[in-house]
């Protein structure tokens, strides 16, 4: 019952906690600088900074997590699909590792739509269908969903100009959001077969920063950071 | 793009030029065939049709050119990769010693890829395994989980984990150091630690001394090891490390100081899996029923999180892969092993998702219990797995009396457990047989079914079978068949098995065969005098098959076969002298009656309390030679041995004890005998 009760009256006046404490605080926290580095180096690692990452290297010691001529390798199919050259991408892929089209169903028909995209963009209409047929088709009958997108995709072939579709959905897979999609489902895809995880943690830290923020704002009131990017310290709310 | 779009080249051609003589000619071909099979079955089994792989193999087995070397390893692997007939087609072109050979080539691109290729051979349940153990083919894989390069470690683990299936190989491979360097690869990158983390699960299963070691590993560091891998940010690693522990708790109960609570750590990890996507959710209800296979506590705590239910609803889902299903089964059985309310709440649980689409007045109608009908799907299954999983889940339900009074009784589950005790595998067969002797116990709307069709036929078959597991199941589920039937059913058993084969069953070479068909007779002889008879029908052969394992070195034999004896004493007064005869020409044969030796037996409790039971009903009821029988038993030395037993240590023994003499008192007394 007391317990209840103490409860109640600390929620209700939370503690305040001056900028010059927490800032005391705040330095008494000791970062090692090899740990700050490491989560930028990984950061340059995972995003294909490769040049950024040698500089990075050269300048602070920091050793890469992964072999940078990988990160080379990687980009080179990662551009291959944004400029539309999927075929090329496959090739290169397969090259640095066969088991990442094979083992994934869901990504190599995804490459495979994309290729269907470029070939209509391009205008090669018969290749196209052929290409549907052989390729695509398959796939649709190993798996409903694939088949669902099949469809949608074909359904650009049904305009002779695909960029006046009137279907959102439809008209949206001739955007370039659409390659940059599926070159990141492709650049995870080497990451994961890297043994390398396909995000940086650099964001991961900032969205426990807003957690533990969005904890603290129950029980204190203390110098907040709003402008995440830089990082300034706000006067707390009293 | 690139003018040669592959995918229109003609497959003939390729193929042809795999073995041209010109070297680019054969890489461009190779590369072609690699880039068009890789992610589409349809393109593989086409190529495997036209006779690719055996060109593929060749290049890879005589060429020496590294990017030769390099595309048809990949191609090699791409064949086996998703499809059995890959498998088959690449095994067949005699394709594991070039990719074991090159395992060790200088180049590390040409080892990577044949590795790689090696994985998905092995990926499939058709990989040769014992092959592995030929040669110096396990010290050579031993070395490579050393090997510098990522996936040539990992892959070396990997065909360990998929190897060992047996004690014995297991046994090879720690005695050549393969857990330390396994566990050494715990540190590795994400990859080698989920190699090395499968392949310690599969030296630890059903293994206590290697669990044992694994425990004492590094001062216990190993261990540890593991434990903290069970909180791992990636599924499938917290996956594998309670799959390691579950297996090393399941070999080796209690092996461990922190055991019971890095189990209940488990449990809830475990249970957060059954979601995930992929191996890790796929293999997690296996995992959870190793893990809490014989513990009841466990079982408690994860009925408490739901479980039940969470599994339940996995056999309602359609396209569930057979590994999964077989997990889901196998832990709805060890939850429902023990647990009354856990049995309860899978049978009663209400297929809602049909009942939400169905009118609501008729609602209660319609409302089925919905594991029934999946039960009996996955009875009837393709997979082995599956069968044997769904067989012991339906044992487990068959444990409570009141399921099989209610909601077992239907013939939908004794028709298909039927067909399954002639399933071509041993282990379906004696899984469906173990759930038969469970259905058939007491209750008479199974016992009918069995009746009418062809059952105990089929049961009498396997109790002759060669496997001996088949025939202990086999005679148990015929015992479980007689207990408290009624004399037709007896007659008719007996009349298809025959006393012979009885009496040969009885002196089985299995031990454990030999009790279950003592057992057998207990319960044909038990009640009526007419069910009695029988043991002396045939000139006795059955009643002297029994005599001769009165005097088993193994008590839990004899104390069945003296429960037999129990059995016939209680009958008629043909009865009591038969027994009466048989002591008595025990004692003149080797001086000390078997009924005394079990009186005079320290080991068990129970004999001596069973033996104190059978003079008790020699003494009643009191019929025309009772006190013949007094006399004969006391100059047996039965009635001094009992007067030394008054203070036995056993409290069930001291009062049984002064019960037998008591009755001797009395029939003294009535009779004027004179006291002692």
Redesign the interface.
């Known amino acids: 019952m007391s317990m209840v009760h103490i409860g109640m009256m600390q929620s209700s006046s939370k503690k305040v906690i001056t900028k010059e404490e927490w800032e005391k605080k705040l330095s008494e926290v000791k970062i090692r600088k090899e740990d700050m580095n490491r989560l930028v180096m990984n950061f340059l690692v995972t995003e294909g900074y490769v040049e950024a990452a040698e500089k990075f290297q050269h300048e602070s010691g920091t050793q890469p997590d992964i072999d940078l001529g990988t990160i080379t390798d990687r980009m080179a199919v990662r551009k291959a699909v944004q400029c539309g050259q999927v075929e090329d991408a496959i090739e290169k892929v397969n090259d640095l590792n066969p088991e990442i089209l094979d083992t994934n169903p869901q990504l190599f028909f995804h490459l495979q739509q994309q290729r269907l995209i470029e070939l209509i963009r391009a205008g090669k209409v018969e290749e196209a269908l052929e290409f549907a047929q052989e390729e695509l088709a398959p796939r649709g009958e190993e798996n409903h969903a694939f088949l669902e997108e099949l469809e949608r995709t074909v359904a650009l072939l049904a305009f002779d100009d695909a960029s006046t579709c009137p279907v959102k959905e439809v008209k949206e897979l001739l955007d370039n959001a659409q390659r940059q999609k599926t070159a990141s489902e492709l650049n995870a895809a080497i990451l994961t077969s890297q043994s390398h995880e396909k995000d940086p943690k650099l964001p991961s830290l900032l969205k426990m920063l807003i957690w533990a923020q969005n904890q603290l704002d129950e029980k204190a009131s203390y110098p907040r950071i709003n402008d995440l990017v830089n990082a300034t310290l706000e006067e707390p709310v009293t | ?2 003018a040669s ?4 080249s003609r497959p003939e051609d390729l193929v042809e030029s795999l073995s041209s003589l010109d070297n680019t000619a054969r890489l461009k071909a190779i ?1 072609d065939v ?2 068009q099979i ?5 393109k593989k089994l086409s190529y495997i049709k036209l006779g690719a792989v055996p060109r593929v193999v060749e290049i890879l087995a005589s060429d020496t050119e590294v990017p030769l070397l390099v595309q048809s390893a ?1 191609a090699v ?2 064949f086996a ?2 499809t059995d007939a890959g498998v088959r087609a690449v095994l067949d072109s005699g394709v594991l010693p070039h990719l074991l050979k090159m395992l060790q080539n200088g180049d590390t691109q040409v080892a990577e890829a044949c590795a ?1 290729s090696l ?2 051979i092995f990926h499939s349940p058709l990989a040769p395994k014992s092959d592995m153990f030929q040669g110096h083919r396990m010290e050579l894989l031993l070395k490579l989980l050393n090997h510098g390069n ?1 996936s040539v470690a990992e892959v070396a683990a990997r065909v360990l984990a998929r190897c060992c299936e047996t004690k014995e190989h297991q046994l090879a491979l720690a005695n050549a150091g393969g857990l330390q360097s396994l566990v050494s690869l715990l540190a590795g ?4 630690r989920e190699a090395s983390l499968d392949a310690l699960a599969a030296l630890t299963k059903n293994n206590k001394h290697l669990s044992e070691m694994v425990i004492k590993l590094d001062n216990g560091d190993a261990l540890a090891s593991i434990i903290r891998l069970i909180k791992d940010k990636s599924s499938l690693t917290r996956l594998l490390a309670c799959m390691c522990l579950a297996n090393i708790g399941k070999a080796c109960p209690g092996g461990y100081s922190q055991e019971s609570e890095v189990r209940a750590d488990m449990l809830s990890i475990l249970m957060r899996l059954l979601d995930e996507p992929g191996q890790a959710g796929q293999d997690a209800p296996g995992v959870l029923a190793d893990l809490v296979a014989n513990n009841e506590e466990l079982q408690k705590a994860a009925a408490d999180q739901n479980a039940v239910e969470k599994l339940a609803d996995f056999l309602l889902r359609k396209e569930v892969p057979s590994k999964q299903l077989e997990g889901v089964l196998l832990g709805l059985s060890e939850l429902c092993s023990k647990l009354e309310n856990s049995r309860r709440q899978l049978l009663d649980l209400q297929d809602l998702k049909s009942f939400n689409t169905s009118l609501a007045l008729a609602a209660p109608l319609l409302l089925r219990p919905m594991v029934h009908g999946s039960l009996v799907a996955a009875l009837r299954h393709p997979c082995d797995g599956v069968k044997v999983a769904a067989c012991a889940c339906v044992r487990s339900l068959s444990r409570s009396v009141k399921n099989l009074r209610t909601s077992l009784t239907s013939e939908q589950f004794v028709r298909p457990l039927l067909q399954l005790i002639n399933d071509p595998s041993p282990a379906v067969q004696a899984e469906a047989l173990t759930a038969v002797g469970n259905i058939v116990l007491d209750f008479t709307p199974q016992k009918s079914v069995i009746m009418q069709t062809d059952g105990i036929a089929q049961l009498i078959n396997l109790a002759q079978s060669m496997d001996h597991t088949l025939r202990r199941n086999a005679v148990l589920a015929l015992k479980n068949f007689l207990f408290m039937a009624d004399i037709t059913v007896k007659h008719r058993v007996i009349a298809e098995l025959t006393i012979p084969t009885l009496c040969d069953l009885i002196q089985d070479p299995e031990e454990e065969v030999q009790e279950q068909a003592i057992t057998l007779v207990r319960n044909l002889v038990h009640g009526e005098p007419d069910s009695i008879e029988q043991i002396f029908s045939d000139g006795g052969l059955l009643f002297q098959a029994i005599e001769k394992q009165l005097i088993n070195p193994r008590p839990d034999i004899a104390l069945q076969a003296l429960y037999v004896i129990n059995n016939v004493v209680s009958g008629s007064e043909v009865h009591k002298e038969a027994v009466m005869t048989s002591i008595l020409s025990s004692q003149l044969a080797s001086n000390t009656s078997w009924l005394t030796r079990f009186l005079q037996d320290t080991s068990n409790p129970q004999l001596r309390v069973v033996a104190v039971w059978c003079i008790i009903n020699l003494l009643y009821p009191a019929g025309e030679d009772i006190s013949s029988r007094v006399v004969r038993l006391r100059e047996a030395g039965v009635e001094a041995q009992l007067h030394k037993m008054v203070d036995d240590s056993c409290l069930d023994v001291k009062s049984h004890v002064r019960t037998a003499l008591e009755m001797y008192f009395g029939i003294r007394h009535i009779d004027g005998l004179q006291c002692i």
Do not use: L, Q
């Not at chain 2, 890789?38 to 349809?42: D, L, S, V, Y």
């Not at chain 2, 990158?189 to 080698?192: D, P, R």
């Open positions: 793009m690139p779009a592959s995918w229109a590369r690699k880039n890789i992610g589409n079955k349809t990949a692997g791409s990769c998703g790689r994985k998905m990522e990158s994400i990859k080698i």
